[in-house]
Nanobody
Framework: QVQLVESGGGLVQAGGSLRLSCAAS????????VGWFRQAPGKEREFVAQ????????YYAEFVKGRFTISRDNGKSTAYLQMSSVRPEDTAVYYC?????????????????????WGQGTQVTVSS
C-alpha cells in the first residue's frame, strides 16, 4: 500500500512560480516512476510530467516544456513539480501518481491507466 500526499498548491499570479511536492509513505519509493497529472473543471485528466525511478529520465507534455520541471529525492521519498511562467490555463487540480507495478522502468508512462496509486490532489489557481 502506497500513500501519496500532495502539497504546495494555491493561488499564484500569471507568470509566477510555485513548487508542488508529493510525499510518499513507502520505503520502496525509489523503485518506480512518478507522474504528475492535472484536471480542470469539465475536462479530462491530462498528463503533465513524469520522472523515472532514479530521477535521471524526465518526460513532459508539450504544453509545459520549458516551464515545468519534475524531480525526485528518493532519500526523502518525495517528488516535486517546479512550475514557472504559469498561465491561467494551468489552473487545475494537480495529482501525483505512482506506477508501482513496474519497477526500475526508464521509459515514458503518460497514461493514467499506467498508475495504480494516486494522491488526493492539490488545487492550483493562476490569476490573470
Amino acid at each position: 500500500q502506497v500513500q501519496l500526499v500532495e502539497s504546495g498548491g494555491g493561488l499564484v499570479q500569471a507568470g509566477g512560480s510555485l513548487r508542488l511536492s508529493c510525499a510518499a509513505s513507502t520505503r520502496t519509493f525509489g523503485r518506480y516512476a512518478v507522474g504528475w497529472f492535472r484536471q480542470a473543471p469539465g475536462k479530462e485528466r491530462e498528463f503533465v510530467a513524469q520522472v523515472n525511478w532514479s530521477g535521471v529520465n524526465t518526460y513532459y507534455a508539450e504544453f509545459v516544456k520549458g516551464r515545468f520541471t519534475i524531480s525526485r529525492d528518493n532519500g526523502k521519498s518525495t517528488a516535486y513539480l517546479q512550475m514557472s511562467s504559469v498561465r491561467p490555463e494551468d489552473t487545475a487540480v494537480y495529482y501525483c501518481a505512482a506506477n508501482t507495478r513496474v519497477w526500475f522502468f526508464d521509459g515514458r508512462s503518460d497514461s493514467p491507466r499506467q498508475y495504480d496509486y494516486w494522491g488526493q490532489g492539490t488545487q492550483v489557481t493562476v490569476s490573470s
